[in-house]
């Protein structure tokens, strides 16, 4: 690494989408690597720690004089902040926050991890309320009206990950027939995009070497939109086990035991009392009448462009990853067992 390498500053480096972000920025000698985290001793932070050209940096992202000390010397963000730990109303507060920090520091590309605007997209009816997604989604259309110069602005789009079919997507056993395997989701005939996580860091890794296309760029990624009637048949094609999608609804989904308290608030790390808090039952709502009914849309054509080498079917991530519906931790906030200290 030379002295005139440039330093990309990653928010959310740690968790399920930083880490892909990270190893595909520091897969040469390209870019220096700082990666914002409150425990350098984490497993994640730790790992990340050991690729050349990574640095680790302890302290809060959403604090202010901590920012401010971890955007020293740096020419390049990329943010993911986490929703689920701030909730809505903060998430738009630190995105905007994180965007003006960076006009001032002089970054040259601010990369924004995104999420579709559900309400927007469903012309505000309050059934596609989703927090996580529209607080992501707000800040996504501010960062779009302002100018690419003097700073480059990417935005990055990201659907839900498809490795969370080892997690929140998995698919359990049929009480009354346990040798068939039931992929139960509130999507009734609607196409859901999943996205492969290391592909995703392969997008982000594009936006930052190609300025001159990505600039003012919002990028839509998924691997592939899929009706879960196609996943389970790709599940049996590739592991010659039976299976089925049931369709249930929105009262049915929250019994499962997905989330064990559907009316809980999201926001771990927010005040209890914020009262613009979603419950996960709100907040999930909203989410899967989102995708159930066909809100958003990507540019396979163009992704294809960009990334050759994608994976370009859930079946072909089946195959590559040897998927059998088991369950493996994918989120580092479900593993945290001390969600507000750690
Ligand atoms: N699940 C999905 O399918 C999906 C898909 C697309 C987008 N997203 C979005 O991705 C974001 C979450 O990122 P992720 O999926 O990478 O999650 P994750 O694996 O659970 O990682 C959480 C990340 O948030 C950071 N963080 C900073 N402050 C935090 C706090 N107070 N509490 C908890 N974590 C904190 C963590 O950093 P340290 O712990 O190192 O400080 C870590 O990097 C959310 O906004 C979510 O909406 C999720």
Not at 123 to 142: A, F, I, Q, W
Not at 224 to 231: C, H, N, P, T, Y
Not at 311 to 326: A, F, N, Q
Request: hydrophobic share 35%; with cysteine.
């Amino acid at each position: 690494m030379s002295n005139t390498t440039k330093t990309v500053l990653v928010i959310g480096g740690t968790g399920a989408q930083g880490v892909p972000v990270v190893k595909a920025l520091a897969s040469d000698s390209k870019y220096a690597v700082r990666v914002i985290t409150r425990s350098a001793s984490s497993a994640e932070a730790q790992e990340l720690a050991k690729l050349p050209g990574v640095t680790i940096f302890e302290g809060d992202s959403y604090h202010e004089p901590t920012l401010r000390e971890a955007f020293k010397g740096v020419s390049y963000v990329f943010a993911n902040t986490n929703g689920f730990a701030t909730g809505e109303m903060a998430e738009i507060y630190w995105g905007i926050r994180l965007y003006e920090l960076a006009r001032e520091f002089r970054i040259e590309h601010f990369v924004y991890a995104g999420l579709e605007y559900a309400t927007k997209l469903g012309n505000y009816d309050p059934k596609y309320r989703t927090g996580h997604l529209d607080g992501k989604g707000k800040v996504v259309d501010y960062i779009a009206a302002q100018s690419t110069t003097p700073m480059a602005w990417s935005v990055l789009t990201s659907c839900l990950y498809i490795e969370g079919l080892t997690e929140i997507l998995r698919p359990f056993p049929d009480p009354n027939d346990p040798s068939t395997m039931v992929f139960a989701v509130p999507l009734g005939e609607g196409e859901c995009p999943l996205i492969y996580l290391e592909d995703y860091g392969a997008y982000a890794r594009w936006l930052f070497d190609n300025p001159s296309r990505s600039n003012g760029l919002e990028l839509h990624v998924a691997t592939e939109d899929i009706a879960w009637k196609d996943l389970a048949a790709a599940f049996t094609e590739v592991t010659g086990k039976k299976a089925v999608y049931k369709d249930v609804t929105l009262d049915e989904y929250f019994k499962l035991g997905i989330f064990p308290e559907p009316d809980a608030k999201v926001g771990h790390s927010a005040n209890p009392n914020e009262p613009t808090l979603f419950t996960f039952r709100e907040n999930f709502s909203g989410f899967w009448n989102t995708w159930k009914d066909n809100l958003t849309k990507r540019d396979y054509k163009l992704l294809d462009e960009i990334l050759p080498t994608r994976v370009k079917s859930v079946k072909e991530w089946m195959e590559r990853t040897g998927y059998d519906g088991s369950f493996a931790s994918v989120l580092k906030d479900y593993r945290s067992q001390d969600r507000n200290t750690k």
